[in-house]
């Protein structure tokens, strides 16, 4: 059973983290001021097979996209939140050390939201609950191992899942038909299948 | 302690830009002033160890007082670049307004007591050196302030001054989250008002009634006569020589100043208590004026 922390949220919004220059000077503010485990950071940028030394040294802003999305999540993990807001952690990260990324976000924290348009990393989140944002709209919840075994089709289908309207269009989310979730990879293709 | 030690070590004593503006450039006007400025004092028949302290004194004073201004130009980027993170921290870490307030005061009052130390101790005997050179024959012991008590106000006035630099410097992060795209030109603000009134503090008499009214004069003042041993703060920096005597210049009562100037601390902290509990995030592209 991994220790609670005292400080119950965390997130890995690239905003919050603008606090220190280099890695190693936001590790230093974010240990006091966040409750940052140094040993459990470590550990995590061990496991992500992070060069440890070389990204502590680096300002924050010359860090590659994928290193950023790491080391931010990396951070966030490393104060044992309770809760985890989460936003697109697997954007730019290689696949595999998503596979990383996923095994961790189970580990840690008992709730949260995890944001992110890559429907193939869901499988590992099956028994949660999922909700589509779509042009601005919020729609759900539908369960996550649901929707990857659903499709999309064109108009309002009897017992449909969902019912969800894009552009101009109204399209149904049901079990079985239409394009299928789990096979699209990410949300982003949606919008160019549908046309 | 982790903000307050980035913003000493990492953001301060580490910082290049630090060590060039704040120290090299100040080392570098004391040489000028030691070798150059100095020529006209090797006339000086009478009272050759008051004006040597008195000129070191004034060369000091530019650098207690200048130092934090250097320091708040780099402050106010981490406080604008912090807006997205100051709002998550104290409503899920453990900040809270005051103790990043005081992160920064504390910051402030130690990189430049250590930067002022650093200073001073190379300016000292090359001053000696200097006016030695220009005929103003006096033993480094002239140059230092009148007594132990004196030397203990003079870090004092440091520490007065680098609290009101802080607490001004709020104040400025208020315009530079109003117009984020000119942080560089703001953030220089201090800096400016500092070259002003030293100026005019160098080359005029200043009102008594603005003494205690203006930190920046007040504080200059009070570096001087503490350092120097003035019952009071004189409304002139450089004294004036005449036939050979120096003449002391008149001046304005030390608490006045030390009142003056904590009054303002306390009325820019109180207002700074609220600016950071509402602070709203400022992308960069605003700041960088991308957007």
Do not use: C
């Amino acid at each position: 059973m991994r220790r609670k922390g005292l400080l119950e949220v965390s997130s890995n919004l690239p905003e919050i983290y603008r606090i220190g220059y280099s890695v190693s000077g936001l590790l230093e503010i974010l240990e006091d001021l966040k409750g940052v485990d140094r040993d459990e950071f470590m550990e995590i940028m061990r496991r992500l097979n992070l060069n440890v030394k070389e990204i502590l040294r680096r300002p924050v802003f010359a860090l590659s996209a994928g290193q950023s999305a790491l080391v931010r999540l990396a951070l966030a993990l490393s104060s044992r939140p309770k809760v985890m807001l989460i936003d697109e952690p697997f954007e730019n990260v290689d696949p595999a050390r998503r596979n990383v990324v996923v095994s961790m976000l189970l580990e840690y924290g008992e709730d949260g939201i995890l944001v992110t348009h890559e429907l193939d990393v869901l499988r590992a989140f099956k028994g949660l609950d999922a909700y589509l944002i779509l042009e601005g709209r919020l729609y759900g919840p539908i369960g996550v191992g649901e929707l990857l075994e659903s499709g999309i089709v064109e108009g309002e289908a009897q017992g449909a899942l969902l019912t969800v309207r894009i552009g101009e269009r109204t399209y149904s989310i049901v079990k079985g038909g239409g394009v299928k979730f789990g096979e699209l990879g990410s949300l982003n293709r949606l919008y160019g299948l549908l046309g | 302690m982790g903000l307050t030690r980035y913003l000493v070590v990492r953001a301060s004593l580490a910082n290049r830009s630090m060590w060039f503006w704040g120290i090299f450039y100040s080392v570098f006007w004391i040489i000028i002033g030691a070798y150059l400025f100095s020529k006209g004092l090797g006339n000086v028949q009478f009272g050759a160890a008051d004006v040597a302290r008195l000129y070191m004194a004034d060369w000091l004073t530019f650098v207690a007082i200048y130092m934090p201004t250097g320091l708040t130009v780099g402050y106010l980027y981490v406080l604008v670049y912090n807006t997205g993170a100051i709002p998550y921290l104290i409503r899920f870490g453990r900040l809270k307004p005051l103790k990043y307030l005081g992160s920064y005061y504390v910051a402030m009052v130690t990189a430049t007591l250590i930067l002022t130390a650093i200073v001073a101790a190379i300016a000292i005997p090359i001053m000696w050196s200097g006016l030695n050179y220009n005929g103003l024959h006096v033993s480094i012991d002239s140059l230092l302030p009148t007594s132990a008590t004196n030397a203990l106000g003079f870090v004092g006035v440091v520490v007065l001054s680098a609290v009101f630099m802080t607490a001004f410097m709020f104040l400025v992060f208020l315009l530079a989250l109003a117009i984020p795209k000119h942080l560089t030109r703001i953030s220089f603000i201090p800096m400016f008002l500092f070259f002003i009134f030293y100026f005019l503090y160098l080359y005029g008499a200043m009102p008594e009634s603005a003494i205690p009214l203006i930190p920046f004069a007040g504080l200059m003042g009070l570096a001087l006569s503490t350092y120097v041993g003035y019952d009071g703060v004189p409304t002139r920096m450089v004294g004036e020589v005449s036939h050979g005597y120096f003449i002391a210049p008149s001046t304005v009562p030390a608490w006045q100043v030390v009142a003056g100037t904590l009054t303002w601390v306390i009325v820019l902290t109180a207002l700074s208590v609220l600016i950071i509990g509402n602070i709203k995030y400022e992308p960069p592209e605003l700041i960088r004026g991308e957007a």
